[in-house]
C-alpha cells in the first residue's frame, strides 16, 4: 500500500511517520503541503509538529495548505487518513473531525509514555487492536486537551467514535479522549503519537505499530 | 561623545569622513573597549575607526567572542593529539565545532555553548536562543543537528527568599529550552540541573548540539573565490540583541546599571526549524562553498570570520540586508543579534538553484556582497564605504591579555576544613532518615517537572534519555552506530581543588558514556567562570584548563571545541568554577547497550572501583551540613579508563549499569531502584554510612544475572578493576543488612515531591 505523508512546513514527525509506516509493510510517499496531488497514494497521514509555527492557532494555517484540499476531497471519498497531534489539530480545523485541541490544562508541554485503552477496532487504522487493549506510546504536546460540546462528546461515545481513551488524564481532555474517527471509520485523529512506538530500541515499546499495521485489514 | 546627536551623526560616518574629522571623540567606552585597545584599531586602521569598524571591533574583541583573557590557557588544548581512540579529527579547535570520525563513513559533530547572561535578564528567550544558536554552530559544519541536551544551574531552592528568585528563572529558562527545541524536531536526551547558592543572580545556560554527517559533507567557515557571491539567509535583521556579546556577556551585572533587556535576542524557532531544512537541502544540492551561522556578533562576526579564514578580501552592500527595522544605521546593523541568520558562499553558476531551494522553504535571500581579490573586508552603505579593514584584525587577532593569576589565600583554609570532620549519622534510622533527605535535595531529586516538558522521543531515533547516565542516539536507520553524550561538572570539587575538579567533571562525563556501553572518543567543554579580573578567578580558570590538558592527554581523547563564559559572578561573589565536560562515545552495533537501573528481580549488584572516605564536597556534607571544605575525591584516570574498558566489554553482560557520582552509593541504589520499580538486599562494610554516602570516582554499580557472577568477576579482573557483589535485586524495598530497610514508595514520595512542591505545581 502507498501511504502519502504531507510534510508541512515545520512538520516534525514526518519522517517518524514515514518510517512507521515501512516498518508495518507500507511503502511511504513523501507529499508536500504546496503540491495539489496525492502522488497515488492509497492512505494519507498528517505528522505531528508545528505546521506554519502554530501560529494564529495550531492547525488553522496547516487547513488552507493546498494539498489540503485533495486530503478532504479523498478523506470524505472514503480514503484512510490519520491525523496524529498537529495532525488531528489539523483535521479538527478541517472540520473533518468534531471538536477542537486546547491548551493542556497543566498549562506545559508535557512528553510521556502514555497507557490507552482501545475503544473502537472497527476504524481504518485501529482493526490491528483488540477492543479494551491497553497500548503504552508516547504523547508529547502543548495544546493536546480536547474538547467539544457536550452534544457532541455524548454523540461520538453512542456512536463507538472514540477510538482510545487515555488511562488516567494527562491533559484535562473532555472524558479522557485521545482519538477519535469519523462517522465513516476511515478518518481518525489521535493526540499521542505512536509512530514514535514501533521499535523496541527506540520509544517505549512496539505498541504502535498496529495503527499502521491496521491499514492492510482495511486496504486488502 | 560629541556634542552632536549619535542619530544624525554616527550614521553618516564614512572612512571618508573618518579621514576628513580624524580627532572626533568616539564612545569606545561605552562599547566595552580599553583605552589601549582602542589605541591599537586607531593604529591597525592608520585613522580612527568609523562608528560601524567601531562596532565591529568592540563586539568582535570583546571577551566572549575573542577569547581575549582565556586563549593564553586554552592554546594548551591544541598540544593534545587531535586523533581519537578510533579516528582522526576532521575539523578541530576554531572551527564552529570540531569533528570527529566514528567510523562507517559517517562523523560527528558536537559543541557545548552558554547563554547565562541573557538568560538571568529575560529567561524565556535567553534560554531559547542559547539552542538556536548551538543548533545554528553544528548546521554550519554542514552537519543535521540531531539532538540537544542542556546542562543548567540556579540558585538556591530551599525555600529561602533567594529560592524566590530561582522560582522565577526556572520555569522561563525550561520553558524556552523546551519551547524552542521542541518546535526544531530535536530530541533533548539529557543534561544537568543544579542548584547553589553561587549562581542566584547568574544562573547557567550550557546548551549542547550533537550533528552527523556524511565525511564528504563537512563545509567549512571560510569565503573563498574571487568573484563567489556572499548570500545572506533566513530570519530579517532587527534591533534585538545590540551588542549582546560585549554588553551582557563581558560586563558583570551592575545594581546601578541600565536595563539590559533589548540586549537580549528574541527567538522564532518555526524560522529556526526552516532554516535548518533550507540548509541541508542546500548542502545536499552541493551549492555551498563556505557557510557560517550568524550568532553573537551577529554580521560583524560572520562577514569578518569567513573573509579572515578565506583568501581573499571581501565586499559587503550592507544596504542590500532586508531589514525588520528600516530606521537602523549600519552599525546596529552590523551588530544586531536577530536569530536564524546564515551567511553562505556560493559560486555565481549556483546562485539561482540557491535561491529556488530558499524560495522552496520560504526563506528570505539576498546576495548581499562578493568575494574580492584584494585582503580587505569593505562594507559599503548606500553607496559610500563604512567599513576597510584587514578582517583578520577583526577576527583572528584581537587582543591577548596575561592576566595575572594566584592561588587565593583563602584556598589552604578551604582545603583544611575537612568534612570528614563532621557530626555522622549512626543508627539504621538516622542513616535511613539521611538517605530520604538526600534523594528529596534539590541536585539529587527527580528531575522529570524539568525533562517532561521536553521531547526526547522526535526523530525516533533516541536510544537513551533522561534519567540515563547518558544520552544516547542512533545516527540514522541506515546502520546501528550510535553515539552517547553526556554532561557533567560538579562545582563544589573545582571550588576546593579546580584542577581536580576540572578532571572529576571529565571523569564523571567519561565514566557515564562509557556506563551505556559506549567507547569515549573526545570532549567538548564550557567553561563558565568568575571574572577575569580576579587573578583568584583566573587561577581557577588556569588551573582547570591545565586539568583538562592533562587528563586528555593521559586518557588519550582530544579536546574538540568549547566555549569561555566570564564575568559570572553578582557583585564580588563569583560562581563555583563551572567547567562543564560534554564526553562523546559510540556504539558500533545499536543492539548491544548496557541499560540504567535494575531490569528483573534475582539479579546479582556488584560495586566496581574503589571506595574512600571522601566526604569533603559531597552532597551529604552540603546538604545536611551546609559544608563545603576539604579535598575533592581523588582522581584516580588509569582506574577511570579501566573501569571504561570493562564496561564497553561487559556489554551484553551487564543487565544493567549506572554510575556513582553526587550523592554517592545511596543514591545510585535509589535510583537503579526506582527506574522499575525493583529494590534490592544489599549488605555493606562495617562503615555503612561512609559506604552510602562517600564520593569517591571511578565506580559503578552493574547488575548480572545470577548464573553470570563468576563472568563479572573474571572480567573485573581482567581488567584490574575492583568487584565486590553488594547483594540481589528484588523485593519492593531498598535494605541495607543490619541497618535499615526503606519501601521503593517511600522514596519515591521524597525523591519526587521537591519540584513540584517548589514549582507551585
Redesign the interface.
Known amino acids: 500500500m502507498k501511504v502519502g505523508v504531507v510534510t508541512f ?2 512538520s ?2 514526518d ?2 511517520a514515514r ?2 509506516v515501512r516498518l508495518a509493510g507500507h511503502e511511504a510517499v513523501a507529499l508536500w503541503h ?1 503540491d495539489h496531488d496525492l502522488q497515488g497514494a492509497d492512505a494519507v497521514l498528517l505528522p505531528g ?2 505546521s ?4 494564529l492557532r495550531c492547525g488553522a494555517i496547516a487547513r488552507f495548505a493546498p494539498v489540503m484540499t485533495e486530503v478532504v476531497d479523498a478523506a470524505k471519498g472514503g480514503m484512510p487518513v490519520l491525523g496524529i497531534c498537529n495532525g488531528f489539530q489539523i483535521l479538527c480545523e478541517s472540520h473533518l473531525l468534531p471538536g477542537a485541541l486546547i491548551r493542556n490544562d ?7 509514555d502514555q497507557t490507552l485503552t482501545i475503544e473502537n477496532n472497527t476504524s481504518a487504522w485501529t482493526s490491528a487492536y483488540e477492543v479494551g487493549q491497553q497500548v503504552t506510546i ?1 504523547l ?1 504536546n ?1 495544546e493536546g486537551s480536547f474538547v467539544a460540546d457536550e452534544k457532541t462528546l455524548d454523540m461520538l461515545e453512542a456512536e463507538g467514535r472514540v477510538v482510545a481513551r487515555y488511562v488516567g488524564n494527562p491533559n484535562g481532555s473532555q472524558r479522557a479522549i485521545a482519538g477519535i474517527t469519523n462517522e465513516a471509520g476511515n478518518v481518525v485523529g489521535l493526540m499521542p ?1 505512536p ?2 512506538a ?2 523496541a ?3 517505549p515499546g512496539t505498541d504502535g505499530l498496529g495503527f499502521f499495521s491496521s491499514l492492510g485489514a482495511v486496504l486488502a | 561623545m560629541s556634542d552632536a546627536s549619535p542619530a544624525t551623526d554616527l550614521r553618516i560616518d564614512t572612512v571618508a569622513v573618518a579621514a576628513q574629522d580624524p580627532d572626533r571623540e568616539q564612545p569606545w567606552a561605552d562599547l566595552g573597549l580599553k583605552p589601549d585597545e582602542y589605541a591599537e584599531i586607531r593604529e591597525i586602521l592608520g585613522r580612527r575607526p568609523t562608528s560601524s569598524e567601531l562596532a565591529m571591533y568592540s563586539v568582535m574583541w570583546s571577551e566572549h567572542c575573542s577569547y581575549k583573557s582565556t586563549k593564553v590557557h586554552l592554546k594548551q588544548f591544541s598540544d593534545i593529539p587531535q586523533v581519537t581512540p578510533i579516528g582522526r579529527m576532521l575539523a578541530g579547535i576554531g572551527e564552529n565545532a570540531g569533528v570527529l570520525d566514528v567510523g562507517q563513513g559517517y562523523a560527528v559533530t558536537f559543541k557545548v555553548e552558554s547563554h547565562n547572561h541573557p538568560s538571568f535578564v529575560e529567561p524565556y528567550q535567553g534560554a531559547a536562543t542559547g539552542v538556536g544558536g548551538i543548533v545554528r554552530d553544528i548546521l554550519a559544519m554542514g552537519a543535521r543537528p540531531v539532538a540537544v541536551m542542556d546542562s543548567l544551574r540556579f540558585g538556591p531552592l530551599d525555600g529561602s527568599d533567594a529560592s524566590r528568585d530561582t522560582q522565577r528563572v526556572l520555569p522561563g529558562i525550561v520553558a524556552g529550552v523546551g519551547g524552542y527545541g521542541n518546535c526544531l524536531g530535536l530530541p533533548n536526551i539529557g543534561g544537568e540541573v543544579v542548584f547553589d547558592e553561587t549562581y542566584l543572580g547568574n544562573p547557567l545556560v550550557n546548551a549542547l548540539c550533537i550533528g552527523v554527517l556524511r565525511h564528504e559533507d563537512l563545509h567549512l567557515a571560510k569565503a573563498s573565490g574571487v568573484g563567489n557571491q556572499v548570500i545572506l539567509y533566513g530570519a530579517r535583521t532587527g534591533g534585538d540583541g545590540i551588542g549582546g556579546v560585549s554588553v551582557l556577556a563581558s560586563e558583570t551585572f551592575d545594581a546601578d546599571g541600565p536595563a539590559k533587556r533589548p540586549s537580549v535576542q528574541v527567538g522564532d524557532p518555526f524560522m529556526e526549524k526552516l532554516l535548518i531544512e533550507c540548509t541541508l537541502e542546500i548542502f545536499a544540492a552541493g551549492l555551498v562553498a563556505g557557510i557560517q551561522d550568524l550568532g553573537g556578533a551577529g554580521l560583524s562576526c560572520a562577514t569578518s570570520e569567513l573573509a579572515s579564514a578565506g583568501d581573499g578580501g571581501m565586499h559587503v552592500e550592507l544596504d542590500r540586508v532586508p531589514l525588520r527595522d528600516s530606521t537602523l544605521a549600519p552599525e546596529e546593523i552590523l551588530m544586531s543579534e536577530s536569530q536564524e541568520r546564515m551567511m553562505a558562499v556560493v559560486e555565481p553558476a549556483d546562485v539561482a538553484a540557491f535561491m529556488a531551494i530558499c524560495a522552496k522553504w520560504d526563506v528570505e535571500a539576498v546576495v548581499v556582497g562578493e568575494v574580492t581579490d584584494g585582503d580587505r573586508l569593505i562594507i559599503g552603505w548606500h553607496g559610500e564605504t563604512v567599513v576597510d579593514v584587514p578582517p583578520r584584525s577583526v577576527a583572528h587577532d584581537g587582543p591577548t591579555y596575561e592576566r595575572p593569576y594566584a592561588r587565593p589565600s583563602w584556598q589552604d583554609a578551604l582545603q583544611l576544613d575537612a568534612a570528614e570532620a563532621l557530626p555522622r549519622p549512626s543508627t539504621g534510622a538516622e542513616l535511613r532518615a539521611t538517605l530520604l533527605r538526600l534523594v528529596a535535595s534539590p541536585n539529587l531529586c527527580d528531575k522529570s517537572w524539568i525533562t517532561d516538558q521536553y521531547d526526547r522521543y522526535v526523530q525516533g531515533n533516541t536510544v537513551l534519555a533522561q534519567p540515563s547516565d547518558s544520552g544516547m542516539i542512533r545516527i540514522d536507520d541506515e546502520t546501528n552506530l550510535v553515539v552517547a553524550v553526556s554532561t557533567d561538572c560538579n562545582g563544589r570539587f573545582a571550588k576546593l581543588d579546580p584542577y581536580a575538579g576540572a578532571q572529576l567533571a571529565l571523569a564523571e562525563s567519561y565514566r557515564n558514556v562509557a556506563t551505556g556501553g559506549a567507547r569515549p572518543l573526545a570532549i567538548s567543554d564550557c567553561l563558565n567562570f568568575g571574572s577575569p579580573e580576579d587573578p583568584d578567578v583566573m587561577w581557577q580558570f588556569a588551573e582547570a584548563c591545565r586539568g583538562l590538558k592533562d587528563a586528555c592527554l593521559e586518557l588519550g581523547i582530544p579536546v574538540t571545541g568549547g566555549n569561555v563564559s566570564l564575568y559570572n559572578q553578582t557583585g564580588e561573589t563569583a560562581i563555583l568554577p563551572t567547567p562543564v565536560v560534554a564526553v562523546l562515545g559510540v556504539i558500533e552495533d545499536v543492539t548491544q547497550r548496557t541499560p540504567t537501573g535494575f531490569q528483573h528481580a534475582g539479579d546479582l549488584v556488584f560495586l566496581l572501583g574503589e571506595t574512600r572516605e571522601e566526604l569533603s564536597g559531597s552532597e551529604w556534607a552540603s546538604v545536611v551540613h551546609g559544608h563545603l571544605g576539604g579535598r575533592p575525591p581523588l582522581v584516580d584516570l588509569a582506574a577511570e579508563m579501566s573501569l571504561a574498558e570493562m564496561l564497553v566489554a561487559g556489554v551484553g553482560l551487564l543487565t544493567s549499569a549506572h554510575d556513582l557520582s553526587d550523592g554517592g552509593l545511596a543514591q545510585t541504589l535509589a535510583e537503579s531502584a526506582l527506574r522499575h520499580d525493583i529494590g534490592a538486599a544489599v549488605t555493606l562494610s562495617e562503615d555503612v554510612f561512609v559506604d552510602l554516602f562517600t564520593e569517591s570516582a571511578a565506580r559503578v554499580v552493574v547488575t548480572v544475572s545470577a548464573a553470570d557472577g563468576e563472568a563479572l568477576q573474571s572480567l573485573a579482573a581482567e581488567h584490574g578493576v575492583p568487584a565486590a557483589v553488594l547483594g540481589v535485586t528484588g523485593g519492593d524495598a531498598l535494605e541495607v543488612a543490619g541497618s535499615f530497610s526503606l519501601p521503593i514508595t517511600e522514596i519515591r514520595a521524597a525523591w519526587s515531591a521537591t519540584l513540584p512542591a517548589a514549582m507551585g505545581t
Open positions: 512546513p515545520g516534525l514527525d519522517a517518524d518510517r512507521a504546496g509538529g508545528f506554519y509555527g502554530d501560529y497543566h498549562r506545559k508541554f508535557g512528553c510521556l508516547v508529547k502543548g503519537h509512530e514514535h514501533v521499535e530500541l527506540c520509544g
